[in-house]
T-cell receptor, first 114, second 113 residues
Framework: NAGVTQTPKFQVLKTGQSMTLQCAQD?????MSWYRQDPGMGLRLIHYSVGAGITDQGEVPNGYNVSRSTTEDFPLRLLSAAPSQTSVYFC?????????????FGPGTRLTVT | EDKVVQSPLSLVVHEGDTVTLNCSYEVTNFRSLLWYKQEKKAPTFLFMLTSSGIEKKSGRLSSILDKKELFSILNITATQTGDSAVYLCAVGAGEAAGNKLTFGGGTRVLVKP
């Protein structure tokens, strides 16, 4: 199993550009989520999905869109990049249910917006 | 709004010392508390705690949860340089379908030889 994979590993964008961060998992997990990590702030939830076709907002959703057309893939779209979106982005997945909170994280994407 | 606070923000110890990390929380509909270790990459899972007073152990690491006082501690005994990392605490809360993790800001541990 590859686990959770993310592409790209690094990206530099200019303000106003759009892009999609890719995330895929091969563990048949129902629950997938996107976090951003800024220095000293831990991880903050952007969007999450409890299954194909179902998504919801997390703590910091503004400026980001998601969709979940398959169980395996959960892309994150930046609509019009801003310097405030400079961060490290982690995708994570886990099985659904109360007793299954162990999340598996992808390797991260380091995004810089100039 | 759910809140998770970790202390201290950072600490420096020498090999062989014991370290105690704290995590306090205020959440609605608590389900579990998790500890992760993060080196220069993605967080890796250490423990999940759901019941008060039951210690979980893995080698030199141990953790316990107090659901009455709303906190958890992570202990690392006989520290080694490989224990240098950011330790993240996260609390799972909410209803089944939308249950989410809220992370604390982390504690950075540096173990000197």
């Amino acid at each position: 199993n590859a686990g959770v994979t993310q592409t790209p590993k690094f990206q530099v964008l200019k303000t106003g550009q759009s892009m999609t961060l890719q995330c895929a998992q091969d563990m048949n997990h129902e629950y997938m989520s996107w976090y951003r990590q800024d220095p000293g702030m831990g991880l903050r939830l952007i969007h999450y999905s409890v299954g194909a076709g179902i998504t919801d907002q997390g703590e910091v959703p503004n400026g980001y869109n998601v969709s979940r057309s398959t169980t395996e893939d959960f892309p994150l779209r930046l609509l019009s990049a801003a310097p405030s979106q400079t961060s490290v982005y982690f995708c994570a997945s886990r099985r659904q249910g109360y007793s299954s909170y162990e999340q598996y994280f992808g390797p991260g994407t380091r995004l810089t917006v100039t | 709004e759910d809140k998770v606070v970790q202390s201290p923000l950072s600490l420096v110890v020498h090999e062989g010392d014991t370290v105690t990390l704290n995590c306090s929380y205020e959440v609605t509909n608590f389900r579990s508390l998790l500890w992760y270790k993060q080196e220069k990459k993605a967080p890796t899972f250490l423990f999940m705690l759901t019941s008060s007073g039951i210690e979980k152990k893995s080698g030199r690491l141990s953790s316990i949860l107090d659901k009455k006082e709303l906190f958890s501690i992570l202990n690392i005994t006989a520290t080694q340089t490989g224990d240098s990392a950011v330790y993240l605490c996260a609390v799972g809360a909410g209803e089944a379908a939308g249950n989410k993790l809220t992370f604390g800001g982390g504690t950075r541990v540096l173990v000197k030889p």
